[in-house]
């Protein structure tokens, strides 16, 4: 088993940034992929980045290139989320998963944690 922890959401301002981290324990966390989603409200859950257990490779939705950087510390047990440019349609629920295959589909992934907030105001 694998438990993860978001946290760092909150409030901002259209331009502005937000870093979000998930904490891992459980099982050894270096040997998985990690993955962020995001869920708006009425909408389906939606991958935004994900990164090999090496950081060998990441991957991104289009939607966020060149603004969303993902990096993580296996040391530390944790995955980053670096949000910047934010704009109002990122508004969402942040979810981290992890999973022994790294792509952008949510059923590639094993293990979610609780979701963290994210509002971006215009």
């Known amino acids: 088993q694998v438990q993860l922890v978001e946290s760092g959401g909150g409030l901002v301002q259209a331009g502005g940034s937000l870093r979000l981290s998930c904490a891992a324990s459980g099982r050894t966390f270096s040997s998985y992929a990690m993955g962020w989603f995001r869920q708006a409200p009425g909408k389906e859950r939606e991958f935004v980045r994900t990164?090999?257990?090496?950081?060998?490779?990441?991957y991104y939705a289009d939607s966020v290139k060149g603004r969303f950087t993902v990096s993580r510390d296996n040391a530390k047990n944790t995955v980053y989320l670096q949000m910047n440019s934010l704009k109002p349609e990122d508004t969402a629920v942040y979810y981290c998963?992890?999973?022994?295959?790294?792509?952008?589909?949510?059923?590639?992934?094993?293990?979610w944690g609780q979701g963290t907030q994210v509002t971006v105001s215009s």
């Open positions: 990164i090999s257990w090496i950081e060998l490779n990441t």
């Open positions: 998963a992890a999973g022994l295959v790294m792509g952008g589909s949510l059923y590639e992934y094993d293990y």
